[in-house]
């Protein structure tokens, strides 16, 4: 009979080091981390059991020990960093797109106004550093910022206001999506 032997290595995400790009300054101070970027700042404080070492060109991530919550936190705290790194040089954009007769949106004074089949319009206000624009002659809304978690948060809440149902794939979809179609009742 064979035994299952389990390997406890190295985290492969988190034994990669996040290579710093030109116009990009990272500052540590304590537990926070600061990321400053063309596009703005970000700043993170992280779990004081793993290491984070500045360097002048690569930011690397270590652990203390092998047990388990600590090989948890390595990936994670490299993945989040770099997250960081690429919000402040590239950005992040999340789009939507609104499926359905009669289903329209609207932007005013930096709102996204929502028309969705309910009796009222639902109005969506933009968390800081989230931009939201929306096209209207496709019906597709792009949410944009630095900071990836905030935007897909952003994104997430503006598609829970109508999910797509799976008999006529009406409502607010992430654009590319796929919405599994159910056959609706048949007559007798």
């Not at 790194?85 to 609207?106: C, H, M």
Request: proline fraction near 5%.
């Amino acid at each position: 009979m064979r035994r299952l032997v389990r390997r406890v290595g190295m985290s492969r995400i988190g034994k990669k080091p996040v290579q710093i790009p030109s116009g990009v300054s990272i500052n540590l101070d304590g537990r926070e981390l600061t990321v400053k970027g063309p596009r703005g700042t970000l700043t993170r404080k992280f779990h004081p059991e793993i290491a984070i070492n500045v360097g002048s060109d690569a930011v690397t991530v270590t652990r203390s020990s092998n047990n388990a919550f600590h090989r948890s936190l390595h990936g994670m705290t490299r993945a989040l960093i770099q997250n960081m790194v690429t919000g402040v040089t590239e950005g992040y954009i999340k789009e939507l797109e609104i499926i359905g007769v009669g289903y329209r949106g609207e932007i005013k004074n930096n709102r996204l106004i929502l028309y969705v089949g309910y009796s009222h319009p639902v109005v969506i206000l933009p968390p800081e550093g989230v931009i939201l624009e929306f096209n209207a002659k496709a019906g597709e809304i792009k949410v944009s910022g630095i900071d990836k978690e905030l935007v897909g948060l952003t994104a997430d809440k503006i598609r829970s206001v109508r999910k797509p149902e799976p008999y006529k794939g009406k409502g607010i979809r992430y654009k590319g999506e796929y919405v599994r179609r159910k056959a609706g009742k048949t007559a007798a």
